[in-house]
């Protein structure tokens, strides 16, 4: 079978691997979500991406009391349940993906386009699902499209996205959007272009929180130059780029999780810069600042749980 321009697929116990010229992805069945993208022989994940739910409280959602209404989405978000897998090969679907049954399939099977949808269910009260699809092309970009059921009953969200923990520190990015810092209800003062931001900057409050957010984002490109193979000894810089597909989006790319903000106190408290943290989100909640004692986000601003939220991007 002529392979080019086609992707080969590999059925494993608990995974599935999508190859092509210089990109090998595998997903996981066992941990629920991708587990690895190599791009021209580099690693850009640390740890599966998963939807996320939470950033780290600010002093005005601590004002007004936001965390402990919604406090159950920072649970959520560092656990979830995923409850479902579907595979779709050039459209149709594949049911026999799992051991035994995929005994029946060579390690020479081609395809033009695979599909990979995981569902997952939040452990809120009451639980809600969120699905996730990955549809992988020939020449290795991925689709991915991220979907949150809205559910009656449930409190605001201070966000939602996806989160892509990387397993260096990045260099630096480059983004086309807005200038600045940017919040839904921070805008007025970006000016949209083409920036560079060396490192990965972290605003020095006196309390960690909430930072690093640039909205209306058409596309990122994280540059790094470490890996965590020893014997790669190239000082070369390579970047991965998350571009939007029809709404733009708003991301963070720090050093640190939501969670890792939320737990330090002070500054010192942060743990040594190691990783990367991409943050690519389809609905961000504002973070007021009319006042610091108790007013809360204005009404546009904010995240309803109880509506469907739906939003995509390419990785190239």
């Not at 092509?20 to 066992?30: A, L, N, P, R, T």
């Not at 035994?100 to 033009?112: A, G």
């Not at 733009?248 to 903000?261: A, H, Q, R, V």
């Not at 408290?269 to 961000?284: A, D, F, K, W």
Request: aromatic share 12%; glycine share 10%.
């Amino acid at each position: 079978m002529d392979s080019r321009n086609k992707l080969r697929i590999v059925f494993g116990d608990v995974t599935v691997g999508i190859h092509g010229e210089d990109f090998h992805y595998i997903f996981s069945k066992q941990t629920g979500g991708m587990e690895s993208l190599v791009k021209a022989g580099k690693e850009w994940l640390y740890r599966t991406p998963y939807p996320t739910f939470w950033r780290a409280t600010t002093d005005n959602d601590r004002g007004n009391g936001f965390p402990l209404r919604s406090g159950m989405w920072l649970g959520a978000d560092q656990f979830r349940k995923c409850i479902g897998f579907r595979l779709l090969a050039d459209g149709e679907a594949v049911e026999n993906h799992n051991a035994l049954e995929n005994n029946v399939y060579s390690n020479q099977e081609y395809v033009q386009e695979a599909v990979l949808t995981y569902t997952y269910e939040t452990i809120t009260v009451p639980a809600t699902t969120v699905d996730v699809s990955y549809t992988v092309h020939a020449d290795g970009k991925i689709h991915v499209l991220a979907h949150y059921h809205g559910k009656e009953g449930l409190p605001e969200l201070p966000v939602f996205g996806m989160r892509f923990i990387m397993p260096t520190k990045a260099v630096g990015y480059c983004y086309e959007g807005l200038s600045g810092e940017t919040y839904p209800d921070r805008m007025a003062g970006g000016i949209y272009g083409r920036y560079e931001v060396e490192g990965l900057p972290v605003t020095p409050y006196l309390v960690p929180q909430e930072c690093g957010m640039h909205m209306e984002t058409e596309c990122v490109t994280v540059y790094r130059k470490d890996t965590l193979n020893n014997s790669d000894t190239s000082e070369e810089t390579f970047g991965l780029t998350f571009r939007a597909c029809g709404e733009k989006f708003g991301f963070s790319c720090l050093p640190y999780t939501s969670e890792e903000l939320e737990n330090a106190t002070h500054q010192e408290e942060l743990p040594l810069p190691r990783r990367t943290v991409v943050c690519i989100c389809g609905s961000v909640r504002g973070v007021g600042g009319i006042d610091r004692w108790g007013s809360d986000v204005e009404d546009p601003y904010r995240i309803s749980a109880q509506k469907d939220i739906v939003y995509e991007f390419v990785i190239e």
